[in-house]
């Protein structure tokens, strides 16, 4: 993202827009076509995500949401990883530049961006005839070699989860008008919860300390629980078994679950919950629990890492194992 002397459509609209969210020196007002993020001895650490129209949020939702979601779900993945957010980069593909879209889409970012300590250092804008997409590309600061990867877990560890499991799935039904938006038609707060859920995830950035001293792997769970749990026993050669009942669940997903409205496996595989999936050596696993509890964060135990290279086995009240017949979203 950069502004010249005989500035261009994509330049007035850089200036106009995002200018005011680079706050940090090495963004250079955005008049250059780089930037320089300094660093003191800490390893930097880079994650990218991109949200597009009509596969992550739908062509009506509030642009403010569309804002908040590109951001978060890659504060999200520095989360996991025990990183603090040091900035971010943007790339737009828009189909027109109209203010009523572009000035909430700008102004929720730079909130965002602000209240998560995560400033805009630069970007490209370009034109697209389909749908609209965000990416970004969001860069965090961790200890030399403290960075909590997918590759160390170890059979005894817990397996530890933030906030609850399978909202964002049923708030995207609901927006779809299925099943679970039938099931709730006299419950608005509840409809209402759950579409936030799906629209604006929650980063869990403020548990990233406690994650980098605590966890011997983490990730965030984007594509469904069971996927991602699948993904971090792969990378770190080891199975797991975890118990369904304790899976934390909103009010809102467990009378769905309670009513038969909508199968557990169904938010054991949904996406876009943006929740820190951990393991943690059992002597360490009551000190996340109670950094959890110390930033009004819930965690919870649901299972245990096994030695083996099996799937994750998903396990009843009765000890029955579930089968799942989907892990997780995929896009392909």
Known sequence: MTTSHNPSGED????RYFKPLATDPGAFGLVDDAAILRSSGEDIVVT???????VHYLA????????????????????????????????????SKEDAWLRPFADALG?????????????????????????????????QGRMVGRTGARPGDRILVTGTIGDAVLGLDVLKGGAAAKALASNPRA???????????QPRNALAQAVRDHATSAMDVSDGL????????????????????????????????????????TLLAGGDDYEVLCTVPATHSDAL?????????????????????????FLDGQGKELALKRLSYSHF
């Open 226 to 265: 069971a996927g991602d749990l699948t993904k971090l026993c792969a990378a770190s050669g080891v199975s797991a078994t975890i118990d369904v009942a304790s899976v934390p669940l909103s009010a809102a997903a467990a009378g769905l679950v309670a009513r038969n409205a909508v199968g557990v496996a």
């Open 111 to 143: 909130e965002d961006a602000r209240s998560f300590a995560c400033p805009l250092l630069g970007g490209d804008t370009v034109s697209t005839p389909g749908p609209q997409m965000i990416s970004i590309t969001a860069f965090g600061r961790v200890p």
């Open 289 to 313: 629990l109670a950094a959890g509890r110390a930033v009004g964060l819930a965690v919870t135990a649901i299972g245990t890492i096994v030695e083996g290279s099996g799937r994750p086995r």
């Open 12 to 15: 007035s609209l850089i200036a």
């Open 60 to 95: 009506d939702d509030p642009p403010g949401a569309i804002a908040r979601k590109a951001l978060r779900v890659n504060l999200s993945d520095l989360a996991a990883k025990g990183a603090v957010p040091a900035g971010f980069v943007l790339t737009l593909a828009l189909r």
């Open 191 to 201: 409809r209402e919860m759950l579409v936030s859920r799906y629209r604006v995830p």
């Open 48 to 54: 990218t995500d991109a949200v597009v129209e009509g």
